[in-house]
């Protein structure tokens, strides 16, 4: 199993969500149906209110920059999801997905 990481870029105005051109050949790799993105930007206010109506934003960013419909099928490929500041390389927040 694997833990995938996805970059978080804090902006002036929101969050830049991305993965790396490997991840996208991966998840082609396991999924040829799959349609990766390349980054996902939120707006910082946006951002605000979907956490306020629906929760953490990033169960919901994850499945759409990965372009998985079936979370059934990814949760037998991987461990984790990890949330990677991109200018301190901490983990800002994981996921466990596996079932």
Do not use: C
């Not at 995938?4 to 149906?33: C, E, H």
């Not at 169960?59 to 372009?67: D, K, T, V």
């Amino acid at each position: 199993m694997e833990s995938i990481k996805i970059s978080v870029n804090k902006q002036m105005d929101g969050y830049t969500f991305s993965i790396a051109p490997s991840i996208r050949q991966l998840i082609k790799s396991w999924f040829p149906d799959a349609h990766p993105a390349n980054t996902i930007f939120v707006n910082y206010d946006i951002k605000s209110d979907f956490e306020l109506y629906y929760g953490n934003l990033e169960r919901y960013i994850y499945p759409a920059l990965l372009g998985i419909d079936n979370q059934k099928e990814l949760n037998k490929k991987i461990d984790e999801i990890q949330f990677i500041d991109t200018q301190t390389g901490k983990l800002l927040h994981s996921r466990k997905v596996s079932a």
